[in-house]
């Protein structure tokens, strides 16, 4: 967008107040130029670009229900779905313009009813713009016109004749959403944020109910997984395995009874597998646990409490960086002590702290994939100096040092760290399945007992 053109964001406001006569009406109390409120000639100089903050009357029941943001993401998928059909909502998919793409994100579909993190911000959905409160249904409508040309008397009159009748279109369009679909929205919310509030008193840190579809579509604009929709075409449900003592949980807000995995605080559970069995996919699902997700999208009852941290191997710049539990020492190049690490730190030394600082603030999870992991820190090896202690080796020697902090990680090939569990969740055939503990440190073993009997046969073939 290029500054006002000429005066078109000069008459915003008057053009906004202009539009408030309406049972949809600009909500002049919230009107933030040129935050939400702007008429912009496109930077090529193509079209006008809007944003109206709107004030609707809310769906029955509404207005003081606890999971209300989910009858606000019914009433924007509504509309979103309606542009193709009512022409009078083109605008906010900037039908008519010479790059409707640019308004894409408009009408991008989405599943994210609400989320702790700035997820998806730029696209239209509930959160701080468009919610609902004792005054109404707010919305934050945007779009695009053909440009009409400079602003003057013919023009205005057109583009606020076009945005008045938009908004009767979008007032229409959130009517007639049926109170069924309402209140299934908004229980469905409730649920999510009740059992988030009661997991912790239950000894928990996470739900998988089953069901639970958590592989992700990703779009243009739907990068990122947390955002992103289910995946279209096959996608195994996930059922916890008996042997994994499934749980029941009572949904506050529709008073259903369902079943899944429990994940308790303070344990260590391995997320386990080959390639490509899908355990990123779990652990970043856990990581979304903590937004509120709309019917469909695949993870909505797959519930974790706030606070959920990650721990991954990159260079950075250590300053005053502790990693005592891990470093008895610090490599050459770095200044200070393990307790105070000044530099700049390799992989191991960056995971180091961020598992550190996770157990010093009792995060309730700490997630580690092997995949984006420094698997000498959690693994030892037979060339590492003994300044060095792996995660594998502080689980079985100093247990007591993780805290109350739950450590869940995916791994394939870090079969020590995986003999430390307390529960293994096996993933084969996108399924899930359970890993006895003890059996897969008796099978350990036995590996173990024939790569020492190969490597002596070996050790004799040398000697001939």
Not at 39 to 51: E, G, N, Y
Request: with cysteine; charged share 25%.
């Amino acid at each position: 967008m290029s500054g006002t053109e000429g005066s078109w964001q000069a008459e915003a406001g008057r053009i906004a107040a202009a539009l408030d006569g309406g049972r949809a009406r600009v909500d002049l109390e919230r009107l933030r130029p040129p935050v939400n409120t702007y008429l912009v000639r496109s930077l090529d100089k193509t079209a006008l670009r809007f944003s109206l903050p709107v004030l609707l009357t809310p769906p029955p029941g509404t207005a003081s229900h606890p999971g209300a943001d989910g009858a606000v993401w019914a009433v924007i998928e509504a509309v979103k779905a309606a542009v193709p059909v009512e022409p009078a909502l083109g605008p906010i998919a900037g039908i008519g313009t010479e790059h409707p793409a640019h308004c894409q994100q408009n009408v991008e579909p989405v599943t994210l009813i609400a989320s702790p993190g700035a997820i998806g911000t730029d696209l239209w959905r509930p959160g701080d713009d468009n919610r609902i409160d004792s005054r109404g249904l707010h919305l934050v409508v945007r779009g695009a016109l053909p440009y009409p040309g400079p602003p003057g008397r013919g023009t205005e009159r057109e583009v606020a004749e076009r945005l008045g009748v938009l908004l009767e279109a979008v007032d229409r369009v959130a009517r007639r959403v049926p109170a069924v679909e309402i209140a299934a929205a908004c229980a469905l919310s409730l649920d999510q944020k009740a059992l988030r509030r009661a997991l912790p008193g239950m000894g928990l840190v996470a739900f998988i109910a089953d069901g639970t579809r958590p592989a992700r579509r990703f779009t243009r604009l739907r990068g990122h997984h947390r955002i992103a929709g289910p995946k279209e075409g096959v996608h195994v449900p996930f059922r916890c395995p008996r042997e994994l003592d499934p749980i029941e949980v009572e949904l506050e807000g529709s008073g259903r009874v369902v079943t899944g995995l429990g994940l308790r605080r303070g344990e260590v559970f391995a997320v386990a597998g080959s390639n490509a069995e899908g355990k990123s996919t779990l652990l970043k699902a856990i990581v979304a646990g903590q937004d509120d997700h709309a019917a469909g999208d695949g993870r909505e009852l797959l519930v974790s409490v706030n606070g959920v941290v990650g721990a991954e191997a990159n260079e950075q710049e250590l300053v005053g960086a502790d990693v005592s539990l891990f470093f008895q020492s610090l490599p050459p190049g770095l200044s200070g002590d393990p307790r105070a690490a000044y530099g700049r730190g390799s992989g191991s030394l960056v995971m180091a702290e961020k598992i550190q600082a996770a157990i010093r603030a009792a995060a309730p999870i700490l997630i580690i994939d092997e995949d984006r992991a420094a698997t000498n820190l959690l693994v030892p090896g037979c060339l590492q100096r003994g300044e060095v202690t792996p995660l594998s080796t502080l689980l079985a020697t100093r247990r007591q040092a993780i805290g109350d902090t739950t450590i869940l990680f995916a791994a394939s090939s870090l079969d020590v760290l995986i003999a430390q569990a307390d529960r293994i969740l096996l993933l084969s055939g996108h399924e899930a399945q359970a890993l006895d503990p003890r059996e897969f440190r008796r099978r350990l073993d036995r590996h173990l007992v024939g790569v020492r009997e190969l490597l002596a046969a070996q050790e004799r073939m040398d000697d001939c």
